[in-house]
């Protein structure tokens, strides 16, 4: 299967200068487009849960915290 990780990337060539760009569509690709249907709704139904208003006081670091076991 092909995917293009940018408008227009089939015809783009890979170089040394959009390298950069290129590992970074990847990564977005691979980390989050396969799986941004299930993210989507993973985050509706936290934010069902927890208001996103009252999550905007803590940092990641003290949310991690919060959920992760002691």
């Known amino acids: 299967k092909t995917v293009e990780l ?3 990337g ?3 060539n890979l170089t040394e200068e959009n390298l950069p760009e290129y590992i970074d569509a990847c990564l ?4 989050l ?8 709704e993973l985050l509706l139904g936290f934010f069902d849960v927890i208001p996103p208003p009252l ?7 003290e949310l991690e915290r919060l959920m992760s076991p002691p």
């Open 6 to 8: 940018v408008p227009g």
């Open 10 to 12: 089939a015809d783009i």
């Open 28 to 31: 977005r690709y691979h980390l």
């Open 33 to 40: 487009g396969q799986y941004e249907a299930q993210l989507t």
């Open 55 to 61: 999550l905007t006081i803590f940092d990641f670091e």
